[in-house]
T-cell receptor
Framework: QQQVKQSPQSLIVQKGGISIINCAYE??????FPWYQQFPGKGPALLIA?????SEKKEGRFTISFNKSAKQFSLHIMDSQPGDSATYFC?????????FGAGTTVTVRA | SAVISQKPSRDICQRGTSLTIQCQVD?????MFWYRQQPGQSLTLIAT?????????ESGFVIDKFPISRPNLTFSTLTVSNMSPEDSSIYLC??????????FGQGTRLTVV
């Protein structure tokens, strides 16, 4: 039973466009919500993370929006670039243990 | 962020054999974990590697199949025992640094034939 639900499974965006990935959770004990970027053959790399007492966090072109009451959070990739083509995983942490979403494969077309 | 080195990076093993994966961190860390990523899938937590005591396993994972050692605060091993093709996965070591950030090694890509 997946504790974190992620959608869409894949998306294609034009260069310069916005990529949006959504995640939802049920366990209110989760207290930390990171996003990871993974390229083929590589381990996941921490991209950006948020705590539930913050509604939004922005780092460069990447923004997390967090809705605690709805138990949902999302990643926005602004001005998408071909180098952003990767698989993105949302995750939620309880006692430092991560539960991952199923992943979203993002393809940025030049 | 911590630098995590895993060995081997990949291996092809015969069914019925065992493989030990090493994870070395460049600084002392309190929390170390082992995850599995099956082909084309997400990551699943196998266990927490506890320094000086037995690992804590998640539901569906047992010590006889995935024995873990953690002799100090910078090193851990995961053994995949009596392998079958279903064990073909990427095995990833993870550490928690700073407040809560979790970092991953490059992973060990295991193929069982």
């Amino acid at each position: 039973q997946q504790q974190v639900k992620q959608s869409p499974q894949s998306l294609i965006v034009q260069k310069g466009g916005i990529s949006i990935i959504n995640c939802a959770y049920e366990n209110t004990a989760f207290d930390y919500f990171p996003w990871y970027q993974q390229f083929p053959g590589k381990g996941p790399a921490l991209l950006i993370a948020i705590r539930p007492d913050v509604s939004e966090k922005k780092e460069g072109r990447f923004t997390i929006s967090f809705n605690k009451s709805a138990k949902q959070f999302s990643l926005h990739i602004m001005d998408s670039q071909p180098g952003d083509s990767a698989t993105y995983f949302c995750a939620a942490s309880n006692d430092y243990k991560l539960s991952f979403g199923a992943g979203t494969t993002v393809t940025v077309r030049a | 962020s911590a630098v995590i080195s895993q060995k081997p990076s990949r291996d092809i093993c015969q069914r019925g054999t065992s493989l030990t994966i090493q994870c070395q961190v460049d600084s002392q860390v309190t929390m170390m974990f082992w995850y599995r990523q099956q082909p084309g899938q997400s990551l699943t937590l196998i266990a927490t590697a506890n320094q000086g005591s037995e690992a804590t396993y998640e539901s569906g994972f047992v010590i006889d199949k995935f024995p873990i050692s953690r002799p100090n605060l910078t090193f851990s091993t995961l053994t995949v025992s009596n392998m079958s093709p279903e064990d073909s996965s990427i095995y990833l070591c993870s550490v928690v640094g700073g407040a809560t950030e979790a970092f991953f090694g490059q992973g060990t890509r295991l193929t069982v034939v």
